[in-house]
């Protein structure tokens, strides 16, 4: 039971990077550098440097991690209620 409590936790908290990943990637336009030229890859990964500062970004992923945080202490309290 143990494991699986800490497997969906995980799980929550793999599933919140991947979206967050996911978002910065779309807002850099990333997916728009098909070809693997240095110029290129240069110019997106100077984008997505760029979307790390801007607080438009963060907003989401604050919200995103309180989520998670939430979910996380609700499966924790329903782990302690099945135990006792």
Known sequence: MALF???LIAG???TTLVIQ?????RLACV???RQWEEAR????????W???GQDAF?????????K????????FLISLGVME
């Open 50 to 52: 760029w979307w790390l």
């Open 12 to 14: 929550v908290w793999a």
């Open 21 to 25: 990943t996911r978002r910065l990637f």
């Open 41 to 48: 890859l240069r110019r997106g990964w100077n984008r997505i």
């Open 68 to 75: 998670a945080l939430e979910l996380s202490l609700m499966i």
């Open 58 to 66: 963060w907003q989401g992923v604050r919200l995103d991690t309180i």
């Open 31 to 33: 997916a728009q550098l």
């Open 5 to 7: 409590l800490q497997l």
